[in-house]
């Protein structure tokens, strides 16, 4: 069982920055597939990066150039540094990890892009 505790989200204007954090508990963290997904009011959820146990890392057309996932498994953490942050990018940002046909999800954390 992993349980994921999303943290970061805030009010930010555009073209500014955030950085979110994923802080995993349970066994054998570095092995996850651990990605971030964010859902906006009335769109379904969908993938804005990802970064695989051995670091291989994809993300969303949306958010290339502009994001960067990470992950530090000493401290079962994933990250995802948002840059250049546009009021498309407002929604709910959930935190995932898979592994196999295990699935797990945080509780996710709000972003809102406003001036």
């Known amino acids: 069982q992993v349980q994921l505790v999303e943290s970061g989200g805030g009010l930010v204007q555009p073209g500014g920055s955030l950085r979110l954090s994923c802080a995993a508990s349970?066994?054998?963290?570095?092995?996850?597939?651990m990605g971030w997904y964010r859902q906006a009011p009335g769109k379904e959820r969908e993938l804005v990066a990802r970064?695989?146990?051995?670091?291989?890392?994809n993300y969303a057309d949306s958010a290339k150039g502009r994001f960067t996932i990470s992950r530090d498994n000493g401290k079962n953490t994933v990250y995802l540094q948002m840059n250049s942050l546009k009021p498309d990018d407002a929604a709910v940002y959930y935190c995932?990890?898979?592994?196999?046909?295990?699935?797990?999800w945080g509780q996710g954390t709000q972003v809102t892009v406003s001036s």
């Open positions: 995932n990890a898979k592994q196999f046909n295990m699935d797990y």
């Open positions: 349970g066994r054998d963290f570095r092995f996850y597939t």
């Open positions: 970064i695989f146990s051995g670091g291989i890392t």
